[in-house]
């Protein structure tokens, strides 16, 4: 069982409002949870924080949430991530896949069962801490 107060989320969108509410929301669950609104802002967070995984919008002003995703996975090999997107008929780039996402590591905006980001974020932190044993 996963104590989700070991978790910390980092939600990544331009919009404040979505920063606010979905990080109020996982608070409420219980996880640790940050935001930033920019690729830029949230790799200076991690270079002073450890985030587990990072739910990640993928139109941001400056550097794209993929690209954002492919550095921070170079920088943090054990962070994991989510896809948030608006965008209705995203598939997942190789480039995504090669690092081990996979589609159903991509949320559609909006998200109408918020349970089930849960369980993923859930399913990615304990498999990357499998990981490391």
């Known amino acids: 069982m996963i104590d989700y107060s070991t978790i910390?989320?980092?939600?990544i969108d331009d919009e404040p409002a979505i920063c606010?509410?979905?990080t109020a929301f996982l608070e409420d669950y219980g996880f640790k949870a940050s935001s930033a609104e920019s690729a830029e802002?949230?790799?200076?967070?991690?270079?002073?924080?450890?985030y587990n995984i990072c739910i990640v919008d993928l139109r941001l002003p400056g550097m794209s949430g993929e690209d954002l995703i492919v550095c921070a996975r170079e920088r943090y090999p054990a962070q994991r991530h989510i896809i948030y997107t608006g965008s209705i008929s995203y598939n997942l780039s190789e480039k995504l896949q090669e690092l081990g996402m996979r589609p159903e590591h991509v949320f559609h905006k909006p998200v109408r069962v918020l349970s089930l980001l849960v369980k993923c974020i859930k399913e990615q932190v304990a498999q990357a801490r499998e990981n490391e044993d």
Do not use: G, I, Q, R
């Open 41 to 50: 802002e949230a790799l200076d967070l991690m270079k002073n924080n450890v």
């Open 20 to 22: 606010m509410s979905l």
């Open 8 to 11: 910390h989320v980092l939600v």
